[in-house]
């Protein structure tokens, strides 16, 4: 499975953005699909995860409300709306495959992008 990420950019605080990760080779209904984050001088960070069917969802405490994933197995992408934004949002994210896995745990996904930049400025 190959994933390209794309759609960071800048944002002022309270705005939002939406990421895609589209998905190449591989049969993407086989895989649970994450979103990590990495600030500078931190290490990466889990954000939000979905299940292989789309059925279930997974994220972390300081996005929700704020940051819904979701997936077209059709279009075989995953997708992370953003909305209001604030500093400590800005990260290059990435998206991640798991062979039927959608929590937190980065060691459970076999295959990375290669990472979106989003700066939220003040």
């Known amino acids: 499975v190959q994933l390209q990420a794309s759609g960071g950019g800048l944002v002022q605080a309270g705005g939002s953005l939406r990421l895609s990760c589209a998905a190449s080779?591989?049969?993407?209904?086989?895989?649970?699909m994450g979103w990590f984050r990495q600030a500078p001088g931190k290490e990466r960070e889990f954000v939000a995860a979905?299940?292989?069917?789309?059925?279930?969802?997974n994220y972390a405490d300081s996005v929700k409300g704020r940051f819904t994933i979701s997936r077209d197995n059709a279009r075989r992408t995953v997708y992370l709306q953003m909305i209001s934004l604030n500093l400590e949002d800005t990260a290059v994210y990435y998206c991640?495959?798991?062979?039927?896995?959608?929590?937190?745990?980065?060691?459970?996904?076999?295959?990375w992008g290669q990472g979106t930049q989003v700066t939220v400025s003040s």
């Open positions: 991640a495959a798991a062979p039927r896995y959608w929590g937190p745990d980065p060691y459970e996904y076999r295959y």
């Open positions: 979905i299940k292989w069917s789309g059925g279930s969802t």
């Open positions: 080779e591989g049969t993407f209904s086989n895989y649970g």
